[in-house]
């Protein structure tokens, strides 16, 4: 963990010393402008650590008002290097091949800054324009009596100080439009930055899933303390499986804790075999697993993951799938076993989503003899 965030602040601190360069060479030199730029880049690299240390002595509104402009900030800053790395690319090509580029510093300074506010802006409509995805899955385990059943996943809230009643009130009139009888909760629910989340819980319950409401943790769940956040899912009115089984509708689901909770020294509970001690061959399995990592040895017929977001602002869903080695949505696995990755319905850090438009998924469980 140590390892990771020191890369992640170290990135961060050049992406701050690359964009803010372009502010120096567009501008005319001087002392203030230096020093003023130093600061804001000095302060803005290690301004997570400052929300943590607000969020620590829960000082709710200045916590608030910090990651607010943190994260725009952070967003702004990643959409500004994209587009100038494509802009110097541009320039270097045109220098190699004999061709005068068209745009000076200051020009360029500026043509980069609005395209970047412009893309900030998209993704901030983006992010707020939640989807329902729906798949159907036939399967000789259903019993033709029960016919099919419906499972509504969310998953990637990040519920805190930036996503609170207006978002979420949003997501439970999805829940009502689609009306499933069963909704899971596919971990990181709430954000690892604290907050206050007991009135939060209220708003679950207006939603009354005639087959129940079950969810696993992920590593934001975690990383908010996890026994305040067992707490928020119970008081939502989710039953959280950790390493447990359930029966409902005429499937199985099994669920396992994100195993983050191990990492930081927390009881993680990711056996499977125990859950699946009472199920038999003929049962439909649904995998409750946060992260989208597929294990051979665990049996299940359809994995419900999240935790990537789709990349959440593109070109990252990119990156994502390089490192898990799967893609969003709904993937048929070599032995016929399926895997659905949702790109959830929050956002982390950047409060915006770019070509990875939330959602909600609306999973219909069908029997092929009905």
């Known amino acids: 963990m140590l390892a990771f965030l020191s890369m992640a602040f170290l990135i961060y601190g050049v992406m701050h010393i690359y964009a803010l360069s372009k502010v120096w060479l567009a501008f005319p030199h001087s002392l203030g402008l230096s020093m003023a730029l130093a600061l804001w880049g000095l302060v803005m690299t290690i301004s997570p650590l400052i929300i943590w240390q607000l969020a620590k002595q829960n000082w709710h ?44 510093e200051s020009m360029a300074f500026r043509t980069v800054g609005l395209l970047a506010l412009a893309m900030l802006g998209y993704g901030f409509v983006e992010a707020r324009q939640i989807q329902v995805e729906e ?63 007991n009135e939060l819980a209220q708003h679950f319950l207006t939603i009354k899933p005639s087959k129940g409401a079950y969810a696993v943790i992920g590593n934001h769940e975690v990383y908010a303390g996890l026994e305040n956040s067992l707490r928020f899912l119970r ?40 859950a699946l001690a009472s199920v038999t061959k003929g049962d439909f399995i649904v995998l409750l697993k946060h992260q989208p990592v597929v294990d051979r040895e665990t049996p299940f017929d359809l994995q419900l993951s999240g935790h990537i977001h789709g990349g959440q602002i593109f070109p990252f869903g990119l990156l994502t799938r390089l490192i898990y080695g799967v893609r969003t949505g709904l993937t048929q696995l070599a032995d016929g076993r399926w895997l659905y990755v949702s790109r959830g319905a929050g956002t982390w850090g950047p409060p915006i989503r770019i070509f990875a438009a939330p959602e909600i998924t609306l999973v219909t469980i069908e029997s092929e003899n009905k």
Request: hydrophobic share 50%; glycine share 10%; with cysteine.
């Open 61 to 104: 509104s200045a916590t608030a008002v910090t990651s607010w402009v943190t994260y725009i900030w952070m967003g702004l800053l990643f959409l500004f290097c994209c587009i100038a790395l494509l802009f110097d690319f541009g320039h270097a090509l045109a220098t190699l091949l004999g061709f005068k580029w068209p745009l000076n």
């Open 135 to 197: 798949i159907k899955i036939t399967t000789p385990k259903l019993s033709p009596a029960i016919g099919r059943v419906t499972i509504a996943q969310i998953s990637d809230l990040h519920l805190g100080v930036m996503l609170g009643d207006e978002f979420l009130e949003r997501v439970i009139a999805k829940l009502r439009e689609i009306q499933p009888d069963i909704v899971v909760a596919t971990g990181d629910i709430v954000d690892g930055q604290g907050d206050n989340l």
């Open 235 to 274: 008081n939502a009115g989710f039953i959280v499986l950790r390493g447990e089984s359930a029966a409902a509708g005429g499937i199985i689901l099994v669920g396992i804790d994100d195993p983050s909770a191990g990492a930081l020294g927390q009881e993680a509970r990711v056996d499977t075999k125990k």
